[in-house]
């Protein structure tokens, strides 16, 4: 989408590896000391030659092996993290059986992965006029923030349009986004969660017919019912949520005014003005999830098996009485190095390592979005990025490769097209940011689940394949897939700093 991309308005980049040591690694900083040092030893004879030696290539493989076709300095922290855990049996979750003690509530248990999170409601206004509506909010103790989910659904016409409209259309969807790329914005992530589940057909009849029972008859039902069930034996239930998470650290709070009690009263102000620059880009905003819904959705993604079971616990006696939430958080998590199975549900998580390199039409993800024949969450991370970071960005990143530019040209190096390319980036960058575009970064998860592991390797094998035929390379979050599931649920909790970036 070339120069298109630019006339929008906003512009993406993808998160870039900063921090205490620039742009190498933690670990291979770590390698390259324990060399040197084994080399000094060695020749000052403190230690044999051999085992310096040793100490050599097992740095040389730390910086330029594979593993699980990753590099090795990427992945081996994890790896040791998740083998450390295994060792001490923390790999395998258990929900203890509460004992019930007549007029006391019991505390909830989670797993390691959902502990620090709290779940409040705060009700507005704005969603129903001249009615206090509740919503859920989820409270990140340990990140210190607070997130809003929103429903939302388009009007089933991008597919239609032409090349040109398709752009326009995320044009105005980017707008929304970077409408919170301004200083001292409160909120710092905007993610997007594409679910989707293929589920029986016969269920979706059964559905139906519930739904007709009480209405009078109509000649056409029966064959419209009959053409369901002879069309397909399955249907793709599909379904958005956008968190909009708000960093408690960026508020500005009235006098004696808790923390919490800002960061309630500014996520619900943030979610109703977004919900209206999605209006205005066309996508319809259903409402916003309530506690109880947030549980549900964390429930079914966990084991898309339990829809069934939610809904009855919506028609029960419990429903009528406000105890329609089920239980929070899975009962059994096993946390493995490629995988983690929740209640009996396999799931795996990639990230996106590279996205496509040559120009693509709006629609380019489709194919990943809906062909895969799967249960899947497909989880787009933006952080909207302040105009002033943004310069000094790009003053930076355009310094450094100038410089890096003019050493090469001065030591007789050849000159590649790849840095002339990226040189021409930044200069572009740089006038896109000139002329008033917004900047994010953005990262992009996806999350796979099956009945058993054997269906997993095989709908893997195939996703992978998918992405890749649409230029996204995808790699497995080895170690850190409990994390990776997590990320994939509408709680407000993401690995997405921690991949590709310090």
Not at 3 to 27: D, N
Not at 117 to 144: K, T
Not at 472 to 482: D, F, H, I, S, T
């Amino acid at each position: 989408m070339g120069e298109s991309r630019r006339a929008r308005g906003y512009r993406f980049g993808e998160r870039r590896r900063s921090g205490l040591f620039g742009t190498v690694p933690p670990a291979l900083a770590a390698a390259g000391g324990l060399s040197l040092i084994a080399g000094w030893a060695a020749v000052s004879g403190y230690v044999p030659i051999p085992a310096a030696l040793l100490v050599a290539v097992a740095a040389a493989w730390l910086w330029f092996g594979k593993l699980h076709g990753q590099p090795v300095h990427e992945i081996l922290p994890w790896a040791i993290a998740w083998w450390w855990r295994k060792l001490r049996s923390r790999n395998r979750w258990y929900r203890p059986v509460a004992l019930v003690v007549d007029g006391e509530d019991q505390p909830t248990v989670v797993p390691d992965v959902l502990a620090g999170l709290d779940l409040y409601e705060f009700e507005v206004s704005w969603l129903s006029p001249g009615q206090d509506v509740p919503i859920g909010v989820v409270h990140d103790r340990a990140a210190g923030s607070v997130t809003a989910v929103l429903r939302v659904s388009g009007d089933g016409q991008f597919a239609l349009v032409d090349s040109v409209g398709q752009d326009m259309r995320i044009d105005e969807w980017g707008a929304a986004i970077g409408g919170f790329a301004r200083e001292r914005s409160p909120v710092s992530r905007v993610t997007f969660h594409d679910w989707t589940s293929p589920q029986p057909i016969r269920d979706t009849v059964a559905r139906l017919e519930d739904r007709w029972a009480d209405e009078p008859e109509h000649p056409s039902r029966p064959g419209y019912l009959q053409l369901l069930r002879d069309t397909s034996a399955t249907v793709v239930n599909h379904e958005v949520l956008v968190e909009v998470t708000v960093d408690l650290a960026r508020l500005s709070r009235h006098r004696r005014e808790k923390p919490l009690t800002a960061g309630l009263r500014s996520v619900a102000e943030q979610t109703r003005l977004f919900a209206s620059r999605l209006a205005t880009a066309g996508l319809r905003v259903e409402g916003l999830l309530s506690a109880a819904d947030l549980v549900s959705a964390t429930r079914v993604r966990g084991n898309p098996a339990v829809v069934e079971q939610l809904i009855t616990l919506r028609r029960s006696l419990a429903a009528a009485t406000g105890r329609s939430a089920p239980t929070f958080g899975p009962m059994v998590i096993d946390d493995q190095l490629s995988a983690v199975v929740v209640d009996g549900v396999w799931h795996r998580s990639w990230w996106f390592a590279s996205w496509p390199r040559r120009e693509v039409v709006g629609a380019w993800m489709d194919p990943l979005m809906f062909d895969s024949g799967c249960t899947r969450s497909l989880t787009t991370v933006f952080e909207p990025v302040p105009p002033k970071a943004s310069d000094a960005h790009v003053d930076k990143e355009r310094t450094q490769r100038e410089a890096n530019l003019e050493t090469r040209r001065r030591k007789g190096y050849i000159v590649r097209r790849k840095d002339e390319k990226a040189i021409a980036e930044v200069e572009a960058r740089e006038d896109e940011l000139s002329a008033g575009f917004a900047e994010c970064y953005y990262t992009g998860l996806l999350t796979l689940a099956a009945v058993d592991a054997e269906t997993l390797e095989q709908q893997a094998a195939d996703l992978e394949q998918i992405a890749a035929n649409a230029g996204v390379e995808l790699q497995r979050l080895v170690g850190r897939q409990a994390a990776g599931w997590v990320a994939s649920l509408p709680l407000g909790r993401t690995v997405a700093r921690r991949i590709g970036a310090a």
